[in-house]
């Protein structure tokens, strides 16, 4: 029956459709002289994608900064097996050779801009104001997502209506990385695989959370993580372990700084949160201590 209704849907192209209202608001928005942004995609063309019950729209948010495999990571997002899906890449002005790729796939992604940023997290929130799916991830310019990753995504969102993310195997530095431990994270931050690649948000559920914090330059994808378990009490789960979404590489940008600034780093952002100060410190201590040893 799924497959019926899928070939139907496809054969109509109903997944696109135009809107000369927001095509409107695209265009004031982006296409004035002042404006000193490169942008394109199918918004640019008048088209635009929307939610279906049984098919919902899911955003892949795609920063970059200079990537050597960013053509390489927009087609294992365009090749995926859902068919339902909206890409958007965030450029941090990489330049005329970025554009050219970007150019490129201006009538299969949704919607590209080049221009200064002031870092990763900021490209992230870009993309998430820009975005309309009923769920939304990040995958880097760096990674790659695996054909079948949206597919299994969206069975278990309509098997769970309630939820508000999921959590994917990932493959890192060859190994596979799952599951979800919500209740570690009062001592430690890598509860889920991975904040790209392997986390998919409802968008009703971010807009309750908000947007990554910039002032932290390190981190911020964990401060959102925080506040998504403890503050708002977000309902996870992850999937099976042979589920994998895709290969992160050898990215990560918060592990190319040294131990120390990310430890002081993960206090603050307890601190802030207003998690017990003597815990704070008795990860601190522990955390040093353990790395004595080793």
């Given at each position: 029956m799924q497959k019926k209704k899928l070939n139907k849907l496809k054969k109509n192209s109903k997944f696109i459709f135009k809107d000369i209202k927001k095509f409107n608001q695209i265009k004031k928005r982006y296409l004035h002289k002042k404006n000193k942004l490169i942008v394109g995609g199918l918004r640019l063309q008048g088209m635009f994608k929307r939610n279906f019950n049984e098919f919902p729209?899911?955003?892949i948010i795609m920063p970059n900064f200079k990537s050597k495999m960013l053509a390489k990571s927009i087609?294992?997002?365009l090749n995926q097996k859902y068919p339902n899906i909206e890409l958007i890449v965030i450029d941090g002005n990489s330049g005329n050779s970025t554009i050219k790729i970007l150019k490129k796939f201006n009538k299969k992604i949704d919607f590209w801009l080049s221009e200064n940023d002031k870092g990763l997290w900021d490209a992230w929130n870009k993309g998430f104001k820009l975005s309309s799916g009923k769920f939304i991830g990040i995958v880097d310019s760096s990674n790659i997502l695996y054909p079948n990753a949206t597919k299994i995504l969206v069975k278990y969102i309509i098997k769970?209506?309630?939820?508000?993310?999921?959590c994917g195997t990932v493959k890192k530095d060859g190994r596979l990385y799952g599951?979800?431990?919500?209740?570690?994270?009062y001592k430690k931050f890598n509860i889920i695989p991975s904040s790209v690649v392997g986390l998919f948000i409802k968008k009703s559920s971010l807009k309750r959370v908000g947007l990554l914090?910039?002032?932290?330059?390190i981190q911020s994808d964990y401060d959102l993580l925080y506040r998504m378990i403890v503050t708002?009490?977000?309902k996870g789960m992850h999937t099976r372990g042979n589920e994998i979404f895709g290969d992160l590489g050898h990215s990560g940008y918060s592990k190319k700084h040294n131990y120390l600034k990310t430890l002081l780093n993960e206090a603050?952002?307890?601190y802030n949160n207003k998690q017990n100060i003597f815990l704070i410190f008795y990860i601190l201590i522990g955390r040093t201590i353990k790395k004595i040893i080793h």
């Open positions: 729209l899911i955003t087609k294992s997002v769970n209506k309630k939820i508000d993310f999921i599951g979800y431990n919500p209740k570690d994270i914090n910039l002032k932290y330059k708002h009490k977000l603050k952002i307890r």
